[in-house]
């Protein structure tokens, strides 16, 4: 009789054993709910470091918050975006077969080609009246020379002048066509077309500060009026250092700050009334520059 107890007491021991083996089974295997999966496949690998850390500090009794988190209101909104990399310009940066069109909120387009020995390129740009227009070529060798005429065919520069080189005012509102004309053999050629951006003193103020970015081999030109007497001085800073600046009059046509001189500041009392054209040259680097123009009375 008490063998039959015992044996049946192992029997009750062994299907208590078993049941509660196949419970903790059952409960191994189930999958993770939705909310947990969601947050392991959202969590990222920072944030799981960060974990580990916190509980390393915690476990050296190290309870002391990170310095470096910021509180969620105290992030500070920001209004620049900032410059994402730009491609290499193409030869033809236009959305009409040879039409330049200016990047918005810019004045001024680079565009490379290669033209044949004895050949032509047109390029077409629309233009305000009173708008300067800026035209400049050059090359490795010998340089094509620049004509320009308007869309009925007038001419305004022949290519007989043999400038690479052109600043004029137009005199109307319409599509202005820039030709190269090539030398004696076939050329790599780099065109550089803007209108500079006229510089406008507020009332009371001696100063202007102009800020934007600029591609590589870009420039971008300002025109600025100032009294024979008054004392100049323009300042360029640029996040790549390289940026310099060329400064010319318009009516004496003499280069204050040579374009080769690699100069970012210019401090002279002035010999003419006279628009001055300040350019900012990008010189082979990409940067976003700040650019300030004063004019003092003596």
Request: overall charge negative.
């Amino acid at each position: 009789m008490k063998s039959n107890y015992f044996n049946l007491s192992i029997l009750i021991l062994v299907i208590i054993i078993f049941g509660a083996a196949s419970c903790n089974l059952n409960t191994a295997l189930q999958p993770p709910t939705p909310d947990l999966l969601a947050t392991s496949v959202h969590q990222t690998a920072s944030e799981l470091f960060s974990q580990m850390e916190q509980t390393d500090e915690s476990m050296n009794g190290n309870t002391s918050p990170d310095s470096s988190e910021t509180p969620v209101g105290e992030i500070q909104p920001t209004d620049t975006i900032p410059p994402s990399p730009t491609a290499e310009p193409t030869e033809t940066p236009v959305i009409e077969d040879n039409r330049i069109l200016f990047a918005p909120g810019t004045t001024f387009a680079t565009i490379r080609g290669e033209i044949e020995k004895d050949k032509t390129k047109e390029y077409i740009l629309q233009i305000g009246q009173g708008q300067l227009l800026s035209v400049f070529v050059e090359s490795d060798g010998k340089s094509p020379v620049l004509a320009i005429k308007t869309a009925e065919g007038k001419e305004i520069l022949p290519a007989s002048s043999g400038f690479t080189w052109y600043l004029t005012s137009v005199p109307k509102s319409q599509d202005y066509i820039v030709t190269i004309v090539a030398p004696d053999k076939n050329t790599n050629y780099i065109l550089h077309v803007s209108t500079p951006i006229d510089v406008e003193f507020d009332t009371g103020s001696t100063s202007k500060t102009f800020q934007g970015i600029i591609e590589a081999d870009d420039i971008v030109e300002f025109r600025a009026y100032a009294l024979e007497g008054q004392k100049a001085t323009v300042t360029l800073n640029s996040i790549s250092g390289q940026a310099s600046l060329h400064i010319y009059g318009m009516v004496d046509l003499v280069n204050y700050v040579e374009s080769d001189s690699g100069l970012t500041t210019w401090t002279a009392i002035l010999p003419e009334s006279q628009n001055y054209i300040i350019k900012v040259l990008a010189n082979n680097y990409p940067t976003e520059f700040t650019l300030k123009i004063e004019f003092l009375n003596p």
